[in-house]
Each structure stands twice: as C-alpha cells, then as structure tokens.
T-cell receptor
Framework: DSGVTQTPKHLITATGQRVTLRCSPRSGDLSVYWYQQSLDQGLQFLIQYYNGEERAKGNILERFSAQQFPDLHSELNLSSLELGDSALYFC????????????FGQGTRLTVV | AQKITQTQPGMFVQEKEAVTLDCTYDTSDPSYGLFWYKQPSSGEMIFLIYQGSYDQQNATEGRYSLNFQKARKSANLVISASQLGDSAMYFCAMRGGLNDYKLSFGAGTTVTVRA
C-alpha cells in the first residue's frame, strides 16, 4: 500500500459528461501530481499542486482542471468527455524537498462510451 | 527537455535468472533523479528504486539494482533471481532539475517470467 488513495477505482461515463477524480496524498506529502496513462500516449504528466497552489502544468487539456484543498486532497475534473479521454488516471504524492520517492495511487480507470 | 528511452518492448526471462532492462535518458540538467516503477496487470504503479545524479554508488533495493552509467546516460534496472510475480510492465522515469519534480516516463518494457 503506497499510502496514496484514489477514488473511484473505475468510472464509466458517456461522451459529453463531466467527472471528478479524487486523490488523498500520503500523510505529510504536500505535493500532488496527476498523470494520464493511455495506450497511444503512454504515461503523461498533467499537473502538479503544492500545498494548495498550482506548481507545474503539463499536457493538460483545457477541458480538464484540478485543485488541491486545504486538507491537501486533490480533485481532477474532466469535462466534455470524449472517447479519447478513456485512460488510467494516476495521482502521485511526494515530499518534494527531498524527492527521492514518488508514490502512486492505484489509479482511476476511466472509460468513456 | 527531458527524454527517457526504453528500447525493449518485451522480454522473456526464465524463473530464477537475472534480467536487465535498458533505460537511457537525455537531459541538460546536472541535477536529476531516475526512478523505476513496476506496473502489474492489476494496474497500480509500484515504486522500485531511485538513483540521484550525484549518487556515487549504484542504488540497490533487495533483488533490484540500478546500473547507473552517468557518462553514457543510462540507468538500467537489474532484477536478480526472477520470480513469477515479477511479470509486469516496468517503467523508467526521470525527475528534472532543481524545483522540477514531475516525472517523465519511458514507454515501458513488458517482462514475462517463465517457469
């Protein structure tokens, strides 16, 4: 158990819909990262939050947004979903100041039909 | 920009034998970190081992060791005494320079351990 909790584990939704993925980082970790794993793009970094503020942005679509709350949990919002958004979405957390480890949650498998 | 290359899409290894998974990287940052992760068929990403660019010795964690050749920009993972449970996808990843903590991943290598 990595200590990073993601919910839900599976999500099936229709095109055009909006979903929210949730992540609770390991105790003491201030940084949360979101990654997308798809068959054609591989594992890609989406966005990072550190202690409530956005720190880095990757290949995140404008239809996607994220936030980190005061209790440090994070949510990734995906809207106007398309078939191509079907993927495994991972959350990871780390202590950043000494980043020799980065632990991933179990992922949320999103299927858009 | 950072780039991670894993040239072996798939490998077969006999149980109890060692296997080496190749990883090369490209970066202009003097300070970086290299990670290996295991992804079994269940999908989770399991952290295996870390090597910092300034570490003098190769990292080891149990049956996993990292063969770090800085001049060649390679960070190969060696799994010794393979077990059936080692069958999985393995990803090499790199963290960038100072204040850049996101990971860039290679395409992965699928390892199948045969009994």
């Amino acid at each position: 158990d990595s200590g990073v909790t993601q919910t839900p584990k599976h999500l099936i939704t229709a095109t055009g819909q909006r979903v929210t993925l949730r992540c609770s980082p390991r105790s003491g970790d201030l940084s949360v990262y979101w990654y997308q794993q798809s068959l054609d793009q591989g594992l890609q970094f989406l966005i990072q939050y550190y202690n409530g503020e956005e720190r880095a942005k990757g290949n995140i679509l404008e239809r996607f947004s994220a936030q980190q709350f005061p209790d440090l949990h994070s949510e990734l919002n995906l809207s106007s979903l398309e078939l191509g958004d079907s993927a495994l979405y991972f959350c990871a957390s780390s202590v950043d100041s000494v980043n020799t480890e980065a632990f991933f949650g179990q992922g949320t498998r999103l299927t858009v039909v | 920009a950072q780039k991670i290359t894993q040239t072996q899409p798939g490998m077969f290894v006999q149980e109890k034998e060692a296997v080496t998974l190749d990883c090369t990287y490209d970066t202009s940052d003097p300070s970086y970190g290299l990670f290996w992760y295991k992804q079994p068929s269940s999908g989770e990403m399991i952290f295996l081992i870390y090597q910092g660019s300034y570490d003098q010795q190769n990292a080891t964690e149990g049956r996993y060791s990292l063969n770090f050749q800085k001049a060649r920009k390679s960070a190969n993972l060696v799994i010794s005494a393979s077990q059936l449970g080692d069958s999985a996808m393995y990803f090499c990843a790199m963290r960038g320079g100072l204040n850049d903590y996101k990971l860039s991943f290679g395409a992965g290598t699928t390892v199948t351990v045969r009994a």
